[in-house]
């Protein structure tokens, strides 16, 4: 996930970002964790399992 810096010129958003933190970019970070975390926890490869045969 990338993240885009923010670009100076909208004074709303600049002005609730004072008010209320950059919540969008702790979103993606939250986001991106999360992301992390489950592909470590799916990480089927790891369990080592035999695979299926092609029963066609």
Same mark, same amino acid.
Not at 8 to 28: A, K, N, Q, T
């Given at each position: 996930?990338?993240?885009?810096?923010? #670009?100076?010129?909208?004074?709303?958003?600049?002005? =609730?970002?004072?008010?209320?933190? +950059?919540?969008?970019? @702790?979103?993606?970070?939250?986001?991106? #964790?999360?992301?992390?975390?489950?592909?470590?926890? =799916?990480?089927?490869?790891?369990? +080592?399992?035999?695979? @299926?045969?092609?029963?066609?």
């Amino acid at each position: 996930m990338t993240t885009r810096p923010h #670009t100076p010129g909208s004074p709303i958003y600049d002005r =609730l970002v004072e008010e209320h933190g +950059d919540v969008l970019d @702790e979103v993606r970070r939250l986001a991106e #964790t999360a992301h992390e975390q489950a592909e470590r926890m =799916l990480d089927w490869d790891a369990l +080592d399992l035999p695979r @299926e045969r092609d029963q066609s």
